[in-house]
Protein backbone atom coordinates (compact mmCIF):
# COMPACT_ATOMS: atom_id res chain seq x y z
CA UNK A 1 0.00 0.00 0.00
CA UNK A 2 2.86 2.62 0.87
CA UNK A 3 4.26 2.63 -3.02
CA UNK A 4 0.66 3.58 -4.16
CA UNK A 5 0.42 5.86 -1.65
CA UNK A 6 4.19 7.48 -1.94
CA UNK A 7 3.23 7.61 -5.81
CA UNK A 8 0.26 9.82 -5.39
CA UNK A 9 1.72 12.24 -3.09
CA UNK A 10 4.69 12.67 -5.86
CA UNK A 11 1.96 13.11 -8.56
CA UNK A 12 -0.35 15.31 -6.44
CA UNK A 13 3.04 17.42 -5.24
CA UNK A 14 4.44 17.70 -9.01
CA UNK A 15 0.84 18.79 -10.08
CA UNK A 16 0.62 21.54 -7.40
CA UNK A 17 4.21 22.29 -8.50
CA UNK A 18 3.22 22.82 -12.07
CA UNK A 19 2.54 26.41 -11.72
CA UNK A 20 5.59 27.19 -10.02
CA UNK A 21 8.14 29.60 -11.95
CA UNK A 22 10.82 27.61 -14.27
CA UNK A 23 13.50 28.78 -11.88
CA UNK A 24 12.02 27.06 -9.03
CA UNK A 25 11.95 23.35 -11.34
CA UNK A 26 14.40 22.37 -8.42
CA UNK A 27 12.18 22.23 -5.57
CA UNK A 28 10.42 19.58 -7.49
CA UNK A 29 12.77 17.16 -6.85
CA UNK A 30 11.59 17.73 -3.19
CA UNK A 31 8.34 16.21 -4.24
CA UNK A 32 9.30 12.87 -3.93
CA UNK A 33 11.74 13.10 -1.16
CA UNK A 34 8.93 14.70 0.85
CA UNK A 35 6.81 11.95 -0.12
CA UNK A 36 8.32 9.06 1.30
CA UNK A 37 8.67 10.04 4.76
CA UNK A 38 5.12 11.28 4.15
CA UNK A 39 3.38 7.84 3.00
CA UNK A 40 4.88 5.76 5.56
CA UNK A 41 3.83 7.74 8.43
CA UNK A 42 0.45 7.86 6.69
CA UNK A 43 0.51 4.04 6.19
CA UNK A 44 1.47 3.79 10.04
CA UNK A 45 -0.94 6.07 11.27
CA UNK A 46 -3.88 4.46 9.86
CA UNK A 47 -2.97 0.85 10.78
CA UNK A 48 -1.79 2.06 13.83
CA UNK A 49 -5.69 3.60 14.40
CA UNK A 50 -7.32 0.76 12.54
CA UNK A 51 -9.17 3.95 10.28
CA UNK A 52 -7.70 2.34 6.99
CA UNK A 53 -11.77 2.02 5.53
CA UNK A 54 -12.48 4.98 6.61
CA UNK A 55 -9.60 6.87 4.61
CA UNK A 56 -9.88 4.62 2.21
CA UNK A 57 -14.07 5.55 1.27
CA UNK A 58 -12.52 9.42 2.05
CA UNK A 59 -10.07 8.98 -0.46
CA UNK A 60 -12.39 7.35 -3.11
CA UNK A 61 -15.05 9.69 -2.61
CA UNK A 62 -12.77 12.45 -3.71
CA UNK A 63 -12.14 14.78 -0.55
CA UNK A 64 -10.86 14.54 2.28
CA UNK A 65 -12.82 13.63 5.24
CA UNK A 66 -12.61 14.02 9.01
CA UNK A 67 -10.36 10.31 10.06
CA UNK A 68 -8.43 11.63 6.49
CA UNK A 69 -7.41 14.79 7.62
CA UNK A 70 -6.60 13.53 11.61
CA UNK A 71 -4.33 11.76 9.52
CA UNK A 72 -2.61 14.29 8.05
CA UNK A 73 -2.65 16.57 10.96
CA UNK A 74 -0.68 13.80 12.83
CA UNK A 75 1.86 13.33 9.85
CA UNK A 76 2.22 16.60 9.27
CA UNK A 77 3.25 17.26 12.74
CA UNK A 78 5.71 14.77 12.54
CA UNK A 79 7.65 15.97 9.64
CA UNK A 80 7.56 19.22 11.10
CA UNK A 81 8.91 18.08 14.02
CA UNK A 82 11.38 15.79 12.46
CA UNK A 83 12.96 18.66 9.99
CA UNK A 84 13.10 21.14 12.94
CA UNK A 85 16.62 20.42 13.32
CA UNK A 86 17.46 20.71 9.92
CA UNK A 87 15.44 23.66 9.63
CA UNK A 88 16.88 25.49 12.37
CA UNK A 89 20.48 24.64 11.30
CA UNK A 90 19.95 26.06 7.80
CA UNK A 91 18.00 29.25 9.34
CA UNK A 92 19.43 29.68 12.97
CA UNK A 93 17.09 32.19 15.14
CA UNK A 94 18.71 35.74 15.26
Known amino acids: MRPQVEARM ?3 CEKAMGSVESNFTAFRSLCSEIARPASVCVVQEVERNGTILQVAAEALGGKPGPESMKVAAVCISRL ?3 ARS ?5 FPAR
Open 10 to 12: TRE
Open 86 to 90: SWDQQ
Open 80 to 82: VET
